[in-house]
């Protein structure tokens, strides 16, 4: 069983007694952590997609998660895990894909 829930991400945290300290900026608030009365299981996800850029040229996105849970919610934690996975890789591979075609573009302009 889950006790309280985890602390969200900040610019600097410090554990003290089962708890975060959360700094953020001037702010400073305390939040009670996950603690785990029984032994996690972990899951972990990866995905990954291969960019054919043309001429013989080609671009590799992989994408980890790996997270704690308990055993009985291993299913439903991969899931969710997964759908995030997705869309940011499909967010990573469009930043790539402009990115590219911006340095072609860029590329293929004549000097003057």
Known sequence: MLKTTFAKKARGTSKIRGRTRIING??????????????????NVKLGVT????GYESVRIDLGYTSPCLPKDRNATQKILLTELQQKL???????LADIKKKRLLSEQPLQ
């Open 90 to 96: 499909k967010l990573e591979t469009k930043k790539i």
């Open 51 to 54: 960019l054919n850029l043309g």
């Open 26 to 43: 001037n702010k400073t608030t305390t939040e009670k952590l996950k603690v785990f009365e029984e032994e996690p299981a972990f899951v």
